[in-house]
């Protein structure tokens, strides 16, 4: 009976270890999404603000408004 139980607490042991394993590449595989996320963003953001403040479209703009 205690090599049974011991048996089953070492399966038990792995299962948690093997699980800490996943969770930690899964959250190395957050970080790394997130990162490319914020620079998709950071790059979104400049190019708009480069278009948008573009002499060239504001002249046109304010032809456009009168």
Request: hydrophobic share 40%; with cysteine; net charge positive.
């Amino acid at each position: 009976m205690l090599d049974k139980a011991s048996q089953t607490i070492s399966n038990g042991v792995k299962l948690a270890l093997d699980t800490g394993n996943a969770l930690k590449i899964i959250e190395e595989q957050i970080v790394l999404i997130n990162t490319q996320r914020d620079a998709v963003t950071a790059s979104s953001c400049s190019s708009r603000r480069v278009f948008w403040s573009g002499s060239s479209f504001n002249a046109k703009l304010r032809a456009a408004i009168g």
